[in-house]
């Protein structure tokens, strides 16, 4: 069972992610650059809307991508980034290549949620938010809900659901999703990121 | 800017005669379509169905597209038992629903070879043996007002939905009455706030018109940040121009200039439909300058929200259309004197104003007659657990838990044992099984300390420890609070680590009186409803379940076994 309370860290810190796939700040001032605006009043509405473009095509904001976003809607990057951390959807880390929702929901939780993210903790080592060593998987547990209580506990792995979850299953689903990107890497089909062991 | 184009074909409608014209065309498109020679197939696709493969089904429909047959793209109908599911309406035959269909079953199903898919007949009458899906439970037992195009019409078709009736009760307000007659009718519906408060919507709105600075606004609050209830989604996805019609109608009645929906960032496809919603009728011209001819000018704008629960609350949700943290503020002045920008703002449910249209066209009178006497109309519901049956439903106000769980949803799934249902959300406690016979509605369950909320119900079995589940509650609003008051953001972090001390096996029955006094302090202290309410789901469950949590701290055993107390963690609890 997950503990709040527990303070000792008992597993690696993620080492930093070298192969992310950088934010072309180009593709950002050219999106922004559609937002239009008549009053100051528009400007401040139009913000979380920009911001949440770019944590959609890149599955995070970084600082220089908020500056952007604050110099067109005339605001400062700290009170962009006040939102970025307030706003729960929001990353301000890359995400892995690949990126699973553990949805925590009532109904995956009377399903017994709370053992996948405690699965997640103990068998690679990342928590909420987190990604793994290798960069691979980044994990997000969804306080909120996703929306498929039927097939409670859900996980959602980048676009795929995969209901009725255990933690056996679990680690079969997150082997299988790095397995898969491994398979592009030998082919010479990736981004250009780092292969994975 | 995610720009959603409007359909191209659609023309600009300027006046009484333009809609009107507009108007027969469409159910005349309508009749055409399911009275035609074709073979009609619609494939049910909403968020819960895509996550079973319903466009992989989409898709396999699409390549059988011909002359002779229509592939549909419709919404989900809110069972979810029952997804990915296909409707095949052949010529002169009524629609036969299939159920559970994989795309691999797609030709099979169109042939009429895979019979023993279909679930029912969309029709009064069974047919060829296959039952009407009026004699399901499901179905049978609910009344269907404002979810009746839920997987009948094209959410992305507005010409679909004018032919259901949409827009009827915005043209009667713009042509055939005065605001002060829509304002009578909506008084007289009774029709109070479904968001959870239960505020009557027709008081509201008569002060919103009363209201003299300029501009004003209509905001509908479509944010539901409730963790298993997505009645607004569903709503959302299947019916988007009901919503905004019922926007639209505030706007005018209320005066109000301009009209705003706040979407949860978490709905991409609804956020999308109802984009899509929103070109179309600024295509045909019933939002913009001169609505019809009228003089009335009516600006709309789509805002998204981030994933903050808080954001649910109205002040905050005004805090996050003006791009700042979304945090609520102290009242009042009232949002109706100074909301968005300060300006008289009217805030309203989305399952509220979806119930405005069919208000306005019927009457307040006809709407009345439906529900219990202090709560009018129908309520979408979203039931989950261990139950046979999932899905959103909407039933008249005053039905029994009991009916409810049991009739409609199935009852339990074998090898489960029903303890208790969460209510209202997290904002509620629980009931056990001896609540379920009350009926229904806005004040019914408060003696009980249930609450109806937004319609959302978490039934729990024997598997499920009250201690952890009270403890994933008060964390849920631990995380979602704000942070801007004190009581709130450091009473429940506090709630949290005595009741981790119980799941430890460390409580003491002091804790139980500490618990006690550290709620009283959040609920009395706390500026906002998310605060005031954080502790009520713990208090309730120790109220029913108290013997569980003495097990806890006198036995040091957990009945169900889930909490770290039976396990290993215990020992190094207990050596701490």
């Given at each position: 069972m997950a503990n709040a309370n527990q303070t000792h860290e008992m597993l690696p810190v993620p080492a930093p992610f070298t192969g992310r796939k950088e934010i072309d700040?180009?593709?950002?001032?050219?999106?922004?650059?559609?937002?239009?605006?008549?009053?100051?009043?528009?400007?401040?509405?139009?913000?979380?809307?920009?911001?949440?473009?770019?944590?959609?095509?890149?599955?995070?904001?970084?600082?220089?991508?908020?500056?952007?976003?604050?110099?067109?809607?005339?605001?400062?990057?700290?009170?962009?980034?006040?939102?970025?951390?307030?706003?729960?959807?929001?990353?301000?880390?890359?995400?892995?290549?690949?990126?699973?929702?553990?949805?925590?929901?009532?109904?995956?939780?009377?399903?017994?949620?709370?053992?996948?993210?405690?699965?997640?903790?103990?068998?690679?080592?990342?928590?909420?938010?987190?990604t793994t060593a290798d960069g691979n998987m980044s994990v997000q547990v969804v306080n909120g809900c996703l929306g498929v209580c039927d097939r409670a506990p859900v996980v959602k792995i980048d676009d795929t659901y995969h209901g009725f979850v255990d933690a056996g299953t679990l680690t079969e689903l997150v082997n299988r999703a790095v397995a898969s990107r491994s398979e592009v890497t030998e082919n010479g089909e990736n981004d250009g990121s780092h292969g994975t062991k | 800017m995610v720009h959603t184009a409007p359909s191209e074909h659609l023309p600009r409608l300027t006046s009484r005669e333009d809609f009107e014209a507009f108007r027969a065309q469409a159910r005349k498109r309508w009749t055409?379509?399911?009275?035609?020679?074709?073979?009609?197939?619609?494939?049910?696709?909403?968020?819960?169905?895509?996550?079973?493969?319903?466009?992989?089904?989409?898709?396999?429909?699409?390549?059988?597209?011909?002359?002779?047959?229509?592939?549909?793209?419709?919404?989900?109908?809110?069972?979810?038992?029952?997804?990915?599911?296909?409707?095949?309406?052949?010529?002169?035959?009524p629609p036969v629903v299939y159920g559970n269909v994989a795309a691999a079953d797609v030709s099979a199903v169109l042939t009429g070879a895979r019979q023993d898919l279909a679930v029912g007949v969309r029709a009064p009458e069974s047919f060829?043996?296959?039952?009407?899906?009026?004699?399901?439970?499901?179905?049978?037992?609910?009344?269907?007002?404002?979810?009746?195009?839920?997987?009948?019409?094209?959410?992305?078709?507005?010409?679909?939905?004018?032919?259901?009736?949409?827009?009827?009760?915005?043209?009667?307000?713009?042509?055939?009455?005065?605001?002060?007659?829509?304002?009578?009718?909506?008084?007289?519906?009774?029709?109070?706030?479904?968001?959870?408060?239960?505020?009557?919507?027709?008081?509201?709105?008569?002060?919103?018109?009363?209201?003299?600075a300029r501009p004003k606004f209509i905001v509908c609050n479509s944010h539901?940040?409730?963790?298993?209830?997505?009645?607004?989604?569903?709503?959302?996805?299947?019916?988007?121009?009901?919503?905004?019609?019922?926007?639209?109608?505030?706007?005018?009645?209320?005066?109000?200039?301009?009209?705003?929906?706040?979407?949860?960032?978490?709905?991409?496809?609804?956020?999308?439909?109802?984009?899509?919603?929103?070109?179309?009728?600024?295509?045909?011209?019933?939002?913009?300058?001169?609505?019809?001819?009228?003089?009335?000018?009516?600006?709309?704008?789509?805002?998204?929200?981030?994933?903050?629960?808080?954001?649910g609350e109205a002040s905050a949700l005004m805090y996050s259309v003006m791009g700042v943290k979304g945090q609520p503020r102290t009242k009042p002045p009232r949002s109706v004197e100074e909301g968005l920008w300060k300006r008289p703002t009217v805030a309203n449910?989305?399952?509220?104003?979806?119930?405005?249209?069919?208000?306005?066209?019927?009457?307040?009178?006809?709407?009345?007659?439906?529900?219990?006497?202090?709560?009018?109309?129908?309520?979408?519901?979203?039931?989950?657990?261990?139950?046979?049956?999932?899905?959103?439903?909407?039933?008249?106000?005053?039905?029994?838990?009991?009916?409810?769980?049991?009739?409609?949803?199935?009852?339990?799934?074998?090898?489960?044992?029903?303890?208790?249902?969460?209510?209202?959300?997290?904002?509620?406690?629980?009931?056990?099984?001896?609540?379920?016979?009350?009926?229904v509605d806005f004040d019914s369950l408060s003696d009980v300390g249930g609450m109806l909320g937004s319609g959302g119900w978490v039934i729990f079995d024997q598997n499920v420890c009250v201690v952890d589940f009270a403890r994933y509650l008060t964390a849920f609003n631990r995380y979602e609070s704000c942070a801007k008051c004190v009581p709130c953001r450091l009473g429940n972090p506090a709630l949290v680590e005595i009741l981790d001390r119980i799941r430890f096996g460390r409580g003491t029955l002091d804790d139980l009186t500490l618990i006690k006094r550290t709620s009283k302090h959040i609920i009395e202290l706390s500026l906002c409803g998310l605060g005031q309410v954080a502790p009520v789901p713990l208090m309730g469950m120790i109220q029913w379940y108290e013997e569980e949590f003495r097990r806890h701290i006198v036995d040091g055993v957990c009945p169900t076994g889930t909490c770290p107390i039976s396990s290993g963690d215990a020992v190094l609890a207990a050596g701490d």
């Open positions: 700040l180009d593709a950002v001032r050219e999106m922004v650059s559609h937002f239009h605006y008549e009053d100051f009043e528009e400007a401040q509405e139009l913000i979380l809307s920009a911001l949440q473009e770019v944590n959609e095509i890149f599955g995070w904001v970084s600082p220089e991508a908020s500056e952007i976003i604050a110099r067109h809607f005339g605001t400062t990057s700290e009170r962009v980034f006040a939102l970025l951390t307030f706003y729960a959807d929001f990353r301000t880390q890359p995400r892995g290549h690949h990126h699973m929702l553990i949805c925590h929901g009532m109904a995956c939780y009377v399903h017994g949620s709370q053992q996948l993210v405690q699965q997640m903790q103990d068998t690679f080592g990342v928590r909420d938010g987190d | 055409d379509l399911w009275e035609g020679n074709k073979t009609v197939v619609s494939v049910g696709v909403g968020s819960s169905s895509i996550a079973k493969g319903a466009l992989d089904v989409l898709a396999a429909c699409r390549q059988h597209e011909s002359e002779s047959t229509v592939v549909r793209e419709v919404s989900g109908n809110g069972a979810f038992w029952m997804e990915p599911w296909v409707e095949v309406k052949r010529p002169g035959e060829n043996g296959i039952p009407s899906l009026h004699e399901d439970p499901f179905f049978g037992h609910q009344q269907q007002i404002i979810t009746r195009n839920a997987g009948v019409i094209e959410p992305d078709s507005i010409e679909d939905a004018i032919a259901r009736g949409a827009y009827d009760g915005y043209f009667k307000v713009l042509f055939e009455m005065t605001a002060e007659e829509a304002i009578e009718e909506v008084t007289t519906a009774n029709v109070r706030g479904r968001g959870g408060g239960g505020f009557p919507a027709g008081i509201k709105w008569a002060s919103g018109r009363k209201a003299k539901e940040g409730e963790p298993n209830v997505y009645k607004d989604r569903h709503l959302h996805e299947a019916d988007p121009h009901r919503i905004l019609e019922g926007i639209l109608i505030a706007c005018i009645v209320c005066g109000a200039e301009r009209g705003y929906n706040y979407i949860g960032g978490e709905y991409p496809l609804a956020i999308r439909r109802f984009r899509k919603a929103v070109a179309d009728a600024e295509r045909l011209g019933l939002i913009g300058k001169n609505v019809l001819g009228t003089g009335h000018n009516v600006a709309f704008r789509v805002r998204t929200g981030g994933g903050a629960y808080i954001c449910n989305t399952e509220t104003l979806a119930n405005i249209p069919d208000i306005i066209v019927n009457g307040g009178e006809w709407y009345a007659n439906i529900g219990t006497e202090n709560s009018k109309g129908t309520k979408l519901m979203t039931v989950q657990g261990p139950l046979k049956r999932h899905g959103v439903v909407e039933v008249p106000m005053g039905i029994t838990l009991n009916h409810l769980f049991n009739d409609i949803f199935g009852g339990m799934r074998e090898g489960h044992e029903f303890k208790g249902v969460q209510t209202g959300g997290v904002s509620a406690g629980p009931l056990t099984k001896d609540h379920l016979d009350i009926p």
